[in-house]
């Protein structure tokens, strides 16, 4: 999903399956208590190094015991809503197909202005999970075949992005 999107992870039903991946920075420790409270299970990982190395193998090896993974594909740097390499890459080594998944709510949520109008929802605003066509990537891909996938992700992403409204508008009956 987009980093804009990443508090609205609440609306997941099975939250016990799924491994959040979160920064080490401070913003990234807050974040940890919430989405842990939340029943979610956590990865922390950061662009250093060792970081990314150990968060990378902490991800495949969760994706290799059929465990759920999220991920904001765009990161919290950006540039905002442009897919990064990383999702791909991890696909690829764990040797599965992961489905892109956009998550969207109602109005009713706190749009605070940094690099990708990160939103957070409060009071009862109601979430919506939309889900995309699954994208396989195969392990021997060439790295011109890995940016085909990871251009169409983020092409799937801005897709949903574009329909949620209708199907939100569809699904609870709210103008938007």
């Given amino acids: 999903m987009w980093h804009a999107h990443q508090c609205c992870i609440h609306g997941i039903k099975d939250k016990t399956n799924l491994n959040v991946l979160i920064s080490r920075s401070v913003d990234g420790e807050i974040l940890q208590r919430t989405v842990a409270k939340w029943g979610f299970k956590v990865v922390r990982g950061s662009k250093g190094k060792k970081g990314a190395i150990e968060a990378t193998m ?37 040797e599965h197909h992961r489905s892109c998944l956009l998550v969207f709510r109602r109005p009713k949520f706190l749009k605070i202005a940094v690099v990708d109008s990160f939103r957070y929802p409060f009071f009862y605003t109601r979430l919506l999970n939309l889900y995309g066509e699954p994208i396989h990537v195969n392990s021997d891909n060439t790295d011109e075949q890995d940016e085909e996938v990871r251009i169409r992700l983020q092409n799937s992403l801005n897709e949903l992005e574009q329909k949620a409204p209708e199907v939100y508008k569809e699904v609870h009956k709210f103008k938007l």
């Fill in 58 to 94: 902490q991800l495949i090896d969760r994706l290799k015991n059929n465990e759920c993974v999220a991920m904001m594909v765009d990161g919290p740097s950006g540039p905002a809503f442009v897919a990064k390499d990383g999702v791909v890459k991890i696909a690829k080594m764990s």
